[in-house]
């Protein structure tokens, strides 16, 4: 734009030819730019706002006039006379509840429309709050007016449900009460249950809607206590309901009485006659002797008798129930005493049962232990003979094979007889218990101790072939193991008849590694003959039918073993060697091609042009002489592998290693003479470019530091100063490594004249001579810089400790000027002790005041370029000290009258606590009615007149107390006089009605 054009062109002229019209023209253009935009904003401001407020108005109106068509249609809303007209009335507030939620959305976003345009600063924000205020108003009071209503329909369809629930209950009432008849009960026996049957119906109706009545009270009782507007009505129903419930429960309760009592009578005859016939069963097997002739006969009756016992049990059981039956029956009954005579009568046969029934169950149970006893121990015998039959039966064993086989079986079978020794031993703990009947006594002892002998038989037989078979089986796997380690020595003897050592060295290492790993295998069976030769000599000792059989194999056997070492340590040995030479024909080839390369580098004459590109020649001398060094190892190797080889068998090779050797090893020194004459050249041009290079990077260093102290800033404040002031002190350190250095480059210059007189001597003193007066140069700069930047930090730090100085003792002053106020002694003394502390701060900063002080007279002494304001600095110190001082006393002034003050005020307030309780007790006027009494009251006067007397003593020290102050011209001396006043004039009073 024209005024962005205006302002870089002023800029450009400012650039060029600076001048302030120019520059007061550039900062007018942008405040009058700021200005339009700020105008052009205002307006587009003022003009979106308008807008923003008739979409509102007109948003509002229409929410408005929504509003008011709904209140009305909820007026004309009717809460019905009938079930159907209350749930049309409901269904249509649903629908107006739906159409106003709907709105609810439009609501939201009118009040957000508004908030957010009164958070934006509206010119019309008031009015746009209060038309959303009306308008929240008047949804909030439709909605309540809908809820009320809603209100008013629920309560209305609740009142016309329980008005049909209240009919419908009258009308079962009714219906059920023409069921009951009052002599329904007299039609005859046959009838009762047919009877009982529909009156149990009857009942179950009933109960079934109990609970319907008790909802149908609760729901009409919540809507009495909620003031239903039918509430008089709701109660009227309820009332009429209920009586007539009422009157039909207590008829059908009646019915069902004296319906149960003759269906009662009838049940209990038909219970009695099936008990007697039970009972006479259960008495007729009780009395049998029958005890079973086996365990299954015995099991029969022993089940027999338990269902017995069972049905003995549930007789008693209805015996039992029936006697309460009884009683109740025969209450009233024109047939009483029949029953209970019949029921007592049941109760005696049922206890005269009891005896032999538990009589009855011990002989089948001593019988079935018997039966039990004689089948087990007759299936072990027949067991314990069948293993016998195994055991003895003949072994034929002629390999290992089948020995392992035979133990196997045998220790099977040994496992199963160890395991069954618990059967075994449970069937004769079963016969000891039989043993305390006299029944069964004598063949119970007869049948254990067959067992008893036929087991121990059996562990014995399989002990003695246990035996036997780890005899065979031991013998039979040495014959086996020393056959198979034989064949293995044949089959390694066979390998190593061969006479081939590899033609070159991967050929032999490979040989050498397979005959390692043979002995390594070797070593393994030699660990096994050892343990076989072990087991041999056991079965030796243990006098083995085969021992001599045995002891032959075994000598066998380990002669075998020691020629197969012997014959693979002379391959192993002669494989080594084969492995050797070979590689020192190919190590000793390698390294004479290896010298011959590095002769060529050793014999260079190249000195370099410079210091730079002799460095390069000595890095890369260095290089060459680290692999040369690198090649001592390869002849180090050679020569051990030399002395080794010397005394190798013809039979491996037929190359004359000392020869070789030579030759090898008068090449090796030839290299080593011609490097050490190579170093000593390159030592010698080394020095010289040295020097040279040495000079030039001092001259540039110094230079360096030259422009580094050119600059004339000394900093700002004391931070910077200081800053500055480091630098240069680690700029002076590095001048002192900087002439240490200096220092070494004139040693070496005054060694390198006495060695190399001549041209390059009068060089090197000529280069000297530059450096040092270089050096020189830079020394003075460097002190000049060292003056400036102390000087600006003395300034600068002067300056910071005298204005924090100041601003310590002006804030501190402002706080001795305010006058606290306290409401008693304790916190005025607390404000002294606050007060006297802080004259401990003073004192303290007392020395910082010195401080400042010196160090400003110092620098007026020392002539500083700002000399005039050190002085005015000093000067307002001394000032504000003294000031401070000055606010500190008058502040204590003050503190001291505080105190003084409180002190007077407690004191008066004791005084006037005194006064009143005296005042109370003079003003009683009761004097007595006998002499004593009158004589008590008199000493009791006489008292309080020494007390008031002593009270005068106070207030005469409160008096002088008071005038002290006035006169000392306290800041509350008023106060002070009018408490004074009040204690006299108190005290006036108290003296009259003492004399009175």
Same mark, same amino acid.
């Given at each position: 734009d024209e005024f962005g054009s205006l302002i870089q062109l002023g800029q450009k002229m400012y650039g060029r030819q600076p001048s302030q019209e120019t520059e007061e023209k550039i900062n007018s253009l942008g405040e009058?730019?700021?200005?339009?935009?700020?105008?052009?904003?205002?307006?587009?401001?003022?003009?979106?706002?308008?807008?923003?407020?008739?979409?509102?108005?007109?948003?509002?109106?229409?929410?408005? !006039?929504?509003?008011?068509?709904? !209140? /009305?249609?909820? @007026?004309?809303?009717?809460?019905?006379?009938?079930?159907?007209?209350?749930?049309?009335?409901?269904?249509?507030?649903?629908?107006?509840?739906?159409?106003?939620?709907?709105?609810? +959305?439009?609501?939201?976003?009118?009040?957000?429309?508004?908030?957010?345009?009164?958070? &934006?600063g509206h010119y019309s924000s008031d009015t746009i709050q209060?038309?959303?205020?009306?308008?929240?108003?008047?949804?909030?009071?439709?909605?309540?007016?809908?809820?009320?209503?809603?209100?008013?329909?629920?309560?209305?369809?609740?009142?016309?449900?329980?008005?049909?629930?209240v009919g419908e209950m009258n009308?079962?009432?009714?219906?059920?009460?023409?069921?009951?008849?009052?002599?329904?009960?007299?039609?005859?026996? $046959?009838?009762?249950? &047919?009877?009982? /049957?529909?009156?149990?119906?009857? %009942?179950?109706?009933?109960?079934?809607?109990?609970?319907?009545?008790?909802?149908?009270?609760?729901?009409?009782?919540?809507?009495?206590?909620?003031?239903?507007?039918?509430?008089? %009505?709701? $109660?009227?129903?309820?009332? #009429?309901?209920?009586? #007539?419930?009422?009157?039909?429960? +207590?008829?059908?309760?009646?019915?069902?009485?004296?319906?149960?009592?003759?269906? &009662?009578?009838?049940?209990?005859?038909?219970?009695?006659?099936?008990?007697?016939?039970?009972?006479?069963?259960?008495?007729?097997?009780?009395?049998?002797?029958?005890?079973?002739?086996?365990?299954?006969?015995?099991?029969?009756?022993?089940?027999?008798?338990?269902?017995?016992?069972? +049905?003995?049990?549930?007789? @008693?059981?209805?015996?039992?129930?029936?006697?309460?039956?009884?009683?109740?029956?025969?209450?009233?009954?024109?047939?009483?005493?029949?029953?209970?005579?019949?029921?007592?009568?049941?109760?005696?046969?049922?206890?005269?049962?009891?005896?032999?029934?538990?009589?009855?169950?011990?002989?089948?149970?001593?019988?079935?232990?018997? *039966?039990?006893?004689?089948?087990?121990?007759?299936?072990?015998? %027949?067991?314990?003979?069948?293993?016998?039959?195994?055991?003895?039966?003949?072994?034929?064993?002629?390999?290992?094979?089948?020995?392992?086989?035979?133990?196997?079986?045998?220790?099977?079978?040994?496992?199963?007889?160890?395991n069954h020794s618990v059967v075994v031993d449970k069937v004769v703990e079963s016969g000891k218990k039989l043993l305390s009947g006299p029944s069964y006594a004598s063949e119970v002892i007869a049948n254990t101790t067959n067992l008893t002998d036929a087991w121990n038989n059996l562990l014995a037989a399989i002990e003695m072939k246990g035996n036997q078979l780890k005899l065979m089986l031991t013998a039979q796997q040495f014959f086996f193991e020393v056959a198979e380690v034989e064949s293995w020595i044949g089959d390694k003897n066979q390998s190593m008849k061969g006479a081939e050592y590899g033609k070159d060295e991967d050929s032999s290492v490979k040989l050498l590694t397979k005959h390692k790993a043979m002995e390594l295998e070797i070593d393994t069976y030699s660990g096994i003959v050892q343990e076989i030769s072990a087991v041999a000599t056991k079965l030796i000792n243990n006098n083995h039918p085969d021992a001599k059989l045995i002891k032959t194999r075994d000598d066998v056997l380990s002669r075998d073993l020691k020629n197969l070492k012997n014959t693979a340590k002379v391959r192993r040995d002669?494989?080594? &060697?084969?492995?050797?030479?070979?590689?020192?024909?190919?190590?000793?080839?390698?390294?004479?091609?290896?010298?011959?390369?590095?002769? #060529? $580098?050793?014999?260079?004459?190249?000195?370099?042009?410079?210091?730079? *590109?002799?460095?390069?020649?000595?890095?890369r001398f260095q290089e060459f002489k680290l692999r040369v060094q690198a090649g001592e190892d390869k002849f180090s190797t050679c020569e051990n592998l030399a002395k080794r080889l010397e005394s190798v068998d013809k039979d491996v090779s037929n190359v004359d290693?000392?020869?070789?050797?030579?030759?090898?090893?008068?090449?090796?020194?030839?290299?080593?003479?011609?490097?050490?004459?190579?170093?000593?050249?390159?030592?010698?041009?080394? +020095?010289? *470019?040295?020097?040279?290079?040495?000079?030039?990077?001092?001259?540039?260093?110094?230079?360096?530091?030259?422009?580094?102290?050119?600059?004339?800033?000394?900093?700002?404040?004391?931070?910077?100063?200081?800053?500055?002031?480091?630098?240069?002190?680690?700029? %002076?350190?590095?001048?002192?490594?900087?002439?240490?250095?200096?220092?070494?480059?004139?040693?070496?210059?005054? !060694?390198?004249?006495?060695?190399?007189?001549?041209?390059?001597?009068?060089?090197?003193?000529?280069?000297?001579?530059i450096v040092l007066q270089a050096w020189n140069e830079l020394q003075d700069k460097a002190a000049d810089r060292k003056a400036a930047l102390m000087s600006s930090n003395?300034?600068?730090?002067?300056?910071g400790m005298v204005r924090d100085l100041l601003a310590w003792s002006s804030g501190l002053r402002r706080s001795l000027t305010t006058e606290e106020k306290v409401s008693d002694a304790a916190s005025a003394q607390m404000l002294k002790t606050e007060h006297d502390n802080l004259k401990a701060e003073i004192e303290t900063r007392e020395k910082t005041f010195s401080e400042v002080v010196a160090l400003g007279e110092a620098m007026v002494t020392e002539e500083h370029s700002a000399v005039g304001e050190v002085k005015e600095k000093i000067e307002n110190v001394l000032t504000e000290r003294q000031k401070l001082h000055t606010a500190w006393q008058h502040k204590k002034v003050y503190l001291d009258q505080l105190i003084d003050v409180h002190f007077y005020l407690r004191d008066v307030k004791q005084i006037l606590a005194t006064s009143t309780a005296q005042e109370i007790a003079l003003s009683n006027t009761e004097c007595g009615h006998t002499i004593e009494e009158v004589e008590a009251h008199l000493k009791a006067h006489d008292a309080f007149?020494?007390?008031?007397?002593?009270?005068?003593?106070?207030?005469?020290?409160l008096k002088e107390h008071a005038e002290k102050l006035i006169?000392?011209?306290?800041?509350?001396?008023?106060?002070?006089?009018?408490k004074l006043e009040e204690v006299l004039e108190k005290r006036e009073t108290i003296g009259m009605l003492c004399t009175h």
């Amino acid at each position: 734009d024209e005024f962005g054009s205006l302002i870089q062109l002023g800029q450009k002229m400012y650039g060029r030819q600076p001048s302030q019209e120019t520059e007061e023209k550039i900062n007018s253009l942008g405040e009058e730019r700021k200005a339009v935009l700020r105008g052009w904003q205002e307006k587009g401001d003022w003009l979106r706002q308008v807008r923003d407020l008739q979409l509102f108005n007109r948003e509002a109106d229409q929410l408005d !006039a929504s509003t008011s068509a709904q !209140a /009305k249609l909820l @007026e004309n809303l009717d809460v019905g006379d009938n079930l159907p007209d209350v749930e049309a009335s409901l269904k249509r507030h649903e629908d107006f509840s739906a159409t106003l939620t709907a709105q609810e +959305e439009r609501v939201g976003a009118l009040l957000e429309m508004a908030n957010r345009l009164v958070d &934006a600063g509206h010119y019309s924000s008031d009015t746009i709050q209060d038309r959303k205020e009306k308008v929240v108003q008047a949804r909030e009071k439709l909605k309540a007016n809908s809820a009320k209503k809603r209100g008013e329909l629920d309560e209305s369809k609740l009142f016309q449900e329980f008005r049909t629930e209240v009919g419908e209950m009258n009308n079962f009432v009714a219906e059920k009460r023409k069921l009951v008849r009052e002599d329904s009960f007299k039609d005859g026996i $046959g009838n009762i249950k &047919a009877k009982a /049957k529909k009156h149990q119906v009857l %009942e179950g109706e009933i109960k079934a809607n109990a609970g319907q009545l008790k909802v149908l009270n609760r729901t009409g009782q919540q809507m009495v206590q909620r003031n239903h507007f039918k509430a008089k %009505e709701i $109660g009227e129903e309820l009332s #009429a309901v209920n009586s #007539a419930w009422e009157s039909l429960v +207590e008829a059908v309760k009646e019915q069902g009485s004296k319906l149960g009592q003759a269906e &009662a009578q009838n049940d209990y005859n038909r219970m009695t006659a099936d008990i007697k016939t039970k009972m006479a069963d259960i008495k007729n097997l009780m009395n049998s002797t029958d005890t079973g002739e086996d365990m299954r006969g015995c099991k029969k009756l022993l089940s027999q008798h338990t269902a017995a016992e069972a +049905e003995l049990a549930a007789v @008693e059981h209805k015996v039992a129930g029936l006697g309460s039956v009884a009683a109740d029956l025969a209450e009233g009954h024109f047939d009483g005493d029949a029953i209970l005579t019949n029921c007592n009568d049941l109760r005696n046969e049922v206890e005269h049962l009891r005896t032999p029934s538990k009589n009855r169950k011990e002989a089948l149970n001593q019988s079935m232990k018997f *039966h039990e006893f004689n089948f087990d121990l007759q299936r072990e015998l %027949e067991w314990i003979s069948e293993k016998v039959t195994i055991v003895s039966a003949p072994m034929e064993i002629q390999t290992l094979q089948q020995a392992q086989s035979f133990g196997k079986k045998h220790k099977k079978l040994e496992e199963e007889v160890n395991n069954h020794s618990v059967v075994v031993d449970k069937v004769v703990e079963s016969g000891k218990k039989l043993l305390s009947g006299p029944s069964y006594a004598s063949e119970v002892i007869a049948n254990t101790t067959n067992l008893t002998d036929a087991w121990n038989n059996l562990l014995a037989a399989i002990e003695m072939k246990g035996n036997q078979l780890k005899l065979m089986l031991t013998a039979q796997q040495f014959f086996f193991e020393v056959a198979e380690v034989e064949s293995w020595i044949g089959d390694k003897n066979q390998s190593m008849k061969g006479a081939e050592y590899g033609k070159d060295e991967d050929s032999s290492v490979k040989l050498l590694t397979k005959h390692k790993a043979m002995e390594l295998e070797i070593d393994t069976y030699s660990g096994i003959v050892q343990e076989i030769s072990a087991v041999a000599t056991k079965l030796i000792n243990n006098n083995h039918p085969d021992a001599k059989l045995i002891k032959t194999r075994d000598d066998v056997l380990s002669r075998d073993l020691k020629n197969l070492k012997n014959t693979a340590k002379v391959r192993r040995d002669r494989l080594v &060697a084969a492995i050797q030479l070979h590689e020192y024909n190919r190590e000793s080839g390698q390294f004479l091609a290896w010298i011959s390369e590095m002769m #060529a $580098g050793a014999r260079s004459e190249d000195t370099g042009q410079d210091y730079e *590109h002799l460095e390069i020649l000595l890095a890369r001398f260095q290089e060459f002489k680290l692999r040369v060094q690198a090649g001592e190892d390869k002849f180090s190797t050679c020569e051990n592998l030399a002395k080794r080889l010397e005394s190798v068998d013809k039979d491996v090779s037929n190359v004359d290693v000392k020869e070789v050797q030579a030759k090898l090893t008068e090449e090796w020194m030839s290299l080593i003479e011609a490097i050490e004459e190579r170093d000593k050249k390159l030592e010698s041009a080394g +020095e010289i *470019h040295r020097f040279n290079r040495d000079i030039a990077e001092a001259l540039s260093r110094i230079g360096e530091k030259s422009a580094i102290l050119q600059t004339d800033d000394t900093g700002r404040d004391t931070k910077s100063a200081q800053s500055h002031l480091r630098k240069h002190e680690g700029f %002076e350190n590095d001048l002192v490594a900087l002439e240490a250095q200096l220092q070494v480059l004139i040693d070496d210059s005054a !060694a390198l004249q006495a060695r190399y007189p001549g041209e390059n001597g009068q060089h090197i003193a000529q280069q000297q001579k530059i450096v040092l007066q270089a050096w020189n140069e830079l020394q003075d700069k460097a002190a000049d810089r060292k003056a400036a930047l102390m000087s600006s930090n003395d300034y600068h730090t002067f300056m910071g400790m005298v204005r924090d100085l100041l601003a310590w003792s002006s804030g501190l002053r402002r706080s001795l000027t305010t006058e606290e106020k306290v409401s008693d002694a304790a916190s005025a003394q607390m404000l002294k002790t606050e007060h006297d502390n802080l004259k401990a701060e003073i004192e303290t900063r007392e020395k910082t005041f010195s401080e400042v002080v010196a160090l400003g007279e110092a620098m007026v002494t020392e002539e500083h370029s700002a000399v005039g304001e050190v002085k005015e600095k000093i000067e307002n110190v001394l000032t504000e000290r003294q000031k401070l001082h000055t606010a500190w006393q008058h502040k204590k002034v003050y503190l001291d009258q505080l105190i003084d003050v409180h002190f007077y005020l407690r004191d008066v307030k004791q005084i006037l606590a005194t006064s009143t309780a005296q005042e109370i007790a003079l003003s009683n006027t009761e004097c007595g009615h006998t002499i004593e009494e009158v004589e008590a009251h008199l000493k009791a006067h006489d008292a309080f007149q020494n007390l008031v007397a002593q009270q005068e003593e106070k207030v005469g020290s409160l008096k002088e107390h008071a005038e002290k102050l006035i006169k000392q011209k306290h800041f509350d001396k008023e106060t002070i006089k009018a408490k004074l006043e009040e204690v006299l004039e108190k005290r006036e009073t108290i003296g009259m009605l003492c004399t009175h």
